[in-house]
T-cell receptor, first 111, second 114 residues
Framework: GENVEQHPSTLSVQEGDSAVIKCTYS??????FPWYKQELGKRPQLIID?????GEKKDQRIAVTLNKTAKHFSLHITETQPEDSAVYFC??????????FGTGTRLKVLA | DGGITQSPKYLFRKEGQNVTLSCEQN?????MYWYRQDPGQGLRLIYY???????QKGDIAEGYSVSREKKESFPLTVTSAQKNPTAFYLC?????????????FGAGSRLTVL
């Protein structure tokens, strides 16, 4: 069946360093790839997304890259700060109503 | 916390009881969703609704029921048939137009079975 694999499950970085989280999807027809940040006990919030007609998108310290051939997309956070500590989820979708989520990455930024 | 309101935030249930989780949105979105979140797992779809008076089963619908009598409201009932209901439940919505859309989530309801 359709699935999204996300790695690593936990990631610890020193403040100021970069963090990279990777996802691989199985459905080659997927065309929309959002990333959500979820702080403890709170709702997931969209931080960045990319559509299949674009290879890279950047928003300040956050960037997402997409490799359609490899069915792989990644989240890059530069100059990490303690407030970046949260669980990050990737997802893949090819139509409304059908989103496949990764299992999440717990990011800890150490001060 | 505007947009999607879920209540209650915390709920305790005894075995054998049905409970209903509320989800209301003021975004004028057509589509609404219920997801279940368990530790170490991705979000899993329980039910979704594209329009009023219509809803579809997701991947883990057994033991749950929903209704969509109003565009703004999509309540979820966790029935006694759900064998392991302790989890964090998230309601979400999308505008509902064709193609993949941004999911907007509520703040969640944490259900604990005693």
């Amino acid at each position: 069946g359709e699935n999204v694999e996300q790695h690593p499950s936990t990631l610890s970085v020193q403040e100021g360093d970069s963090a990279v989280i990777k996802c691989t999807y199985s459905d080659s027809a997927s065309n929309y790839f959002p990333w959500y940040k979820q702080e403890l006990g709170k709702r997931p919030q969209l931080i960045i997304d990319i559509r299949s007609n674009v290879g890279e998108k950047k928003d300040q310290r956050i960037a997402v890259t997409l490799n359609k051939t490899a069915k792989h997309f990644s989240l890059h956070i530069t100059e990490t700060q303690p407030e970046d500590s949260a669980v990050y989820f990737c997802a893949a979708s090819r139509r409304t109503y059908k989103y496949i989520f990764g299992t999440g990455t717990r990011l800890k930024v150490l001060a | 916390d505007g947009g999607i309101t879920q209540s209650p935030k915390y709920l305790f249930r005894k075995e054998g009881q049905n409970v209903t989780l509320s989800c209301e949105q003021n975004l004028n979105h057509d589509a609404m969703y219920w997801y279940r979140q368990d530790p170490g797992q991705g979000l899993r779809l329980i039910y979704y609704s594209q329009i009023v008076n219509d809803f579809q089963k997701g991947d883990i619908a057994e033991g749950y029921s929903v209704s969509r009598e109003k565009k703004e409201s999509f309540p979820l009932t966790v029935t006694s048939a759900q064998k392991n209901p302790t989890a964090f439940y998230l309601c979400a919505s999308t505008p509902g137009s064709s193609g993949a859309n941004v999911l907007t989530f509520g703040a969640g309801s944490r259900l604990t079975v005693l």
